[in-house]
């Protein structure tokens, strides 16, 4: 069941990543990040007040807190990354070093013990992931088909966004694991409203910076992007509880699994865009990416046997 639930919440993640990547090249990632946790807040909120809980801990709800904290750095730099017009560079750094760090941290410090089946399925994860992600760029869909839809030069600076993307998406899976089941999805919660407040200021900046009249008055639309109108906003939060509902079936799935398998399985999430891009936009999946949704599949094989 816990294997399930991990792949649940990469499904989630992976419908969320790729309305997210459509939705930034119209909105502001400033805009697209802060709503979406003030929807997955509401609806962690709803979810935590359905669920009953036995004892809401403070420890419970400071890891969910910290879990926060990690979830709006991850989502701050992804998104600027993607802005960027790099998602065959961002997305494969943050989704293999998160892993990585992710599985470290649970083996070296949490006492997680893989049997040798899982530890083969995760060595087949981490190059998987990176073919699913970056395999893109050779046929042209990768760049710029999540963030930038202006044809510029990735930033040099991108594979430091993807990093720190990595390292926020590390401490929101292991700080929101350390959380205990008796506190129902508080822990979730209180991430979210966690990752509200700390990514309020900038989003503050970015509406303040609208309100300046004249050229260079902010970062703004990025070039040939619209308004950011109601429906655009509204779907911001809507995504932004599809993440929500995504990392509880992760929370749920680590209080029947350990961390490293849960991570890993939750984190094939990039499967889903590319296979959607091919479903729905018509792109045409390179070979690269055939070999790495093949090494998916077989590493969900070998983690939920293992």
């Known amino acids: ?97 998160g892993v990585a760090l992710s599985v470290l941290c649970g083996v070296l410090f949490l006492g997680d013990r893989p049997t040798p089946l899982a530890w083969l399925g995760i060595c087949v994860t981490v190059p998987a992931l990176w073919l699913v992600s970056a395999g893109g760029a050779a046929g042209g869909s990768g760049e710029g088909s999540a963030g930038g839809g202006d044809g510029a030069a990735p930033s040099a600076r991108v594979p430091v966004d993807g990093l720190i993307a990595s390292a926020g998406v590390a401490v929101q899976y292991i700080g929101l694991a350390q959380a205990g089941a008796a506190s129902g999805v508080w822990p979730v919660a209180a991430g979210r409203l966690a990752a509200v407040f700390l990514l309020l200021p900038n989003a503050c900046r970015y509406a303040a910076a609208l309100r300046r009249p004249g050229p260079g008055a902010g970062p703004g639309p990025k070039p040939g992007a619209g308004p950011a109108g109601l429906p655009g906003l509204a779907l911001a939060v809507l995504i932004g509880a599809g993440a929500a509902l995504g990392l509880i079936l992760y929370f749920w799935a680590t209080q029947q699994q350990m961390l490293a398998v849960a991570v890993v399985l939750a984190s094939l999430y990039p499967a889903v865009p590319t296979a959607l891009g091919l479903a729905v936009l018509g792109e045409r999946v390179t070979r690269a990416q055939t070999r790495g949704l093949v090494g998916a599949v077989a590493a969900v094989v070998l983690l939920t046997l293992g």
């Open 1 to 97: 069941m816990g294997a399930l639930l991990a792949l649940a919440s990469a499904a989630c993640y992976g419908i969320v990543d790729f309305a997210g990547g459509l939705l930034s090249r119209r909105i502001h990632f400033t805009v697209v990040t802060f709503l979406g946790q003030i929807g997955g807040l509401l609806l962690a909120l709803v979810i935590a007040l359905a669920v009953p809980a036995e004892a809401v801990r403070f420890a419970d709800v400071a890891w969910g807190a910290l879990s926060g904290v990690g979830s709006a750095v991850a989502m701050q730099f992804l998104n600027r990354g993607l802005s960027r017009g790099a998602m065959s560079v961002v997305i494969p750094v943050s989704a293999v070093t």
